[in-house]
C-alpha cells in the first residue's frame, strides 16, 4: 500500500505500507515556464487585473476548500492592504454540493464581485491556473480537510510565499515561517494576519518565495517520484 504521509499509515494492516510523497510534472502546462507575454495575454482573456496586488487561491468549489472562508479573511486584508482576490476552481460533477457552494460563494461576495475586487473563474484552463500562480503576491490554500495539496506544491514551485491550513499533507510542504505560513483551519484572523505580513515585507516575500521553489525542486519533482517507484519494482522483482 502506497500513502502520501505517514499519518495516514494504519495499525495491524497486514499489508506493507509505504509512504511516498506525491509530486509534480515541472515540465506540464500547469507548471512550466511561461513568457510575460503569455501570461499577459491570459489575465486578460479572464478579466485579472494587476493594478493592486492579487491573493489566489486555487481549489475547486468544495465545502472542505473553505471558499466562504476565504471570503471572510479578504474582507479583513483588504481592511489593511489595497488588494484582489482570486478564487479559481471548477464545480466539480462528482459532488453534488459543488454548485450550492459557488452560488454561497456569488452570494457572499456579490458586492466585490462587482467591482472587480473578487474575481471567480470556473474555467479549467492550465496556461490560466500557471499565469495566475506566477502573478499572485500570495497564494493561500484555506483547507478544512486536505489529501496532499499538490496545488500548494505548484504554488511553491513558481516561486511564491503560501499561506495554508495545518493539514492533511500541508505542513510537509511548508516549513512555517521559512517558505510560508501554516495556520489552523477556522483560524480566520490568522490567515489575514499572515496574508498582510507577506503583503506589507516584499523581502520576506522573495526569501519564502526562493526557499518553496528550492524545496520543490529537491523533494517534489516527477523525477524524485519515477525513483521511488523503480525502488518499489526492484523490491518487487527481489521477492
Request: glycine content about 6%; charged content about 30%.
Amino acid at each position: 500500500m502506497i500513502l502520501s504521509s505517514e499519518k495516514y499509515r494504519i495499525k495491524n494492516l497486514p499489508v506493507e505500507q509505504r509512504v511516498i510523497h506525491p509530486a509534480i510534472d515541472p515540465l506540464s502546462p500547469k507548471n512550466k515556464g511561461i513568457s510575460k507575454s503569455v501570461i499577459s495575454k491570459y489575465l486578460r482573456k479572464f478579466g485579472i487585473k494587476t493594478d493592486k496586488p492579487l491573493i489566489t487561491q486555487v481549489a475547486r468549489f468544495d465545502r472542505w476548500k473553505d471558499p466562504l472562508g476565504v471570503i471572510d479573511v479578504f474582507k479583513t486584508v483588504r481592511k489593511e492592504v489595497d488588494c484582489r482576490l482570486v478564487l479559481c476552481g471548477n464545480k466539480a460533477i462528482d459532488d453534488p454540493e459543488s454548485q450550492g457552494i459557488f452560488n454561497k460563494v456569488m452570494l457572499k461576495a456579490k458586492n466585490f464581485v462587482r467591482n472587480g475586487e473578487v474575481i471567480l473563474i470556473t474555467t479549467e484552463n492550465h496556461i490560466l491556473v500557471n499565469s495566475l500562480q506566477r502573478s499572485s503576491a500570495v497564494i493561500i490554500q484555506k483547507s478544512l480537510r486536505e489529501g496532499f495539496g499538490l496545488s500548494v506544491t505548484e504554488a511553491l514551485w513558481k516561486g511564491k510565499p503560501v499561506v495554508a491550513s495545518n493539514v492533511g499533507g500541508i505542513p510537509i510542504q511548508i516549513k512555517d515561517g521559512r517558505n510560508g505560513f501554516l495556520v489552523e483551519p477556522h483560524d480566520t484572523e490568522k490567515f489575514a494576519e499572515k496574508i498582510i505580513e507577506i503583503l506589507q515585507e516584499p523581502e520576506l516575500a522573495k526569501e519564502m518565495g526562493e526557499n518553496g521553489k528550492e524545496m520543490v525542486k529537491e523533494k517534489f519533482l516527477i523525477t524524485r517520484l519515477i525513483s521511488d517507484h523503480f525502488d518499489i519494482l526492484n523490491d518487487a522483482c527481489n521477492l
